[in-house]
């Protein structure tokens, strides 16, 4: 059974900063691509960041420059470091993952609040 466990989460004033992690475990083949997306109250799912195993990566408008995501594929994780957050940034951000056999999964969601 795959899991992605995802940590950091939290609230935060506008202006500051927080980093999300997502650790896979279990049993599955190599890894294609992992990505951050979020949801708001009311609002669809979409894609905040994403990273290949080749390390290549893509970032939604509203977020470049100020997020950061990276990996560690050793350890099967990946990370978002977000800074200068803004109150619309506000979400419930989950962990996704790909691996090279196609398989798709999705971690429960932390949720991330910024508000003063």
């Known amino acids: 059974q795959v899991q992605l466990v995802e940590s950091g989460g939290g609230l935060v004033q506008p202006g500051g900063s927080l980093r999300l992690s997502c650790a896979a475990s279990?049993?599955?083949?190599?890894?294609?691509?992992m990505a951050w997306y979020r949801q708001a109250p009311g609002k669809d799912r979409d894609v905040v960041a994403q990273?290949?195993?080749?390390?290549?990566?893509i970032y939604a408008d509203s977020v470049k420059g100020r997020f950061t995501i990276s990996r560690d594929g050793a350890r099967n994780t990946v990370y978002l470091q977000m800074n200068s957050l803004k109150p619309e940034d506000t979400a419930v951000y989950l962990c996704?993952?790909?691996?090279?056999?196609?398989?798709?999964?999705w971690g429960q969601g932390t949720q991330v609040t910024v508000s003063s």
């Open positions: 279990g049993s599955f083949f190599s890894i294609r691509l």
């Open positions: 996704y993952m790909r691996t090279d056999t196609g398989f798709r999964y």
């Open positions: 990273i290949s195993s080749g390390d290549s990566t």
